[in-house]
């Protein structure tokens, strides 16, 4: 299963809550304003089951590059790359 996420306003037992049914086989998308919570909770990302990514551009248009953990579970993709795991990973759920 895809989860994109493309809001910041997720509560922490919220976000918790919907992480914890992520699994090994599926993966997780940060778009849009999603991009911030790859900031505000790092913990929840480096506790992800399955693969976590955010969306670049998003992240550089936020300035958010600097602010990213050195050690963050969340990978950086392009639009391309976005494309191909949207293509690998259904059913999709937008959240």
């Not at 993966?27 to 919570?37: F, P, S």
């Not at 963050?72 to 392009?78: E, N």
């Amino acid at each position: 299963m895809l989860y994109c996420f493309s809001q910041a306003d997720y509560g922490f037992d919220k976000l918790v809550n919907l992480l914890s049914g992520v699994t090994e086989t599926d993966a997780v998308v940060l778009w849009q304003d999603a991009v911030l919570l790859a900031v505000k909770y790092p913990q929840h990302f480096a506790c992800c089951k399955g693969q976590c990514f955010a969306f670049e551009a998003d992240i550089s248009a936020r300035n958010l590059t600097a602010l990213l953990p050195k050690e963050s579970q969340v990978r950086l993709i392009s639009l391309m790359e976005l494309v191909e795991i949207s293509e690998q990973y259904f059913p999709q759920i937008a959240l």
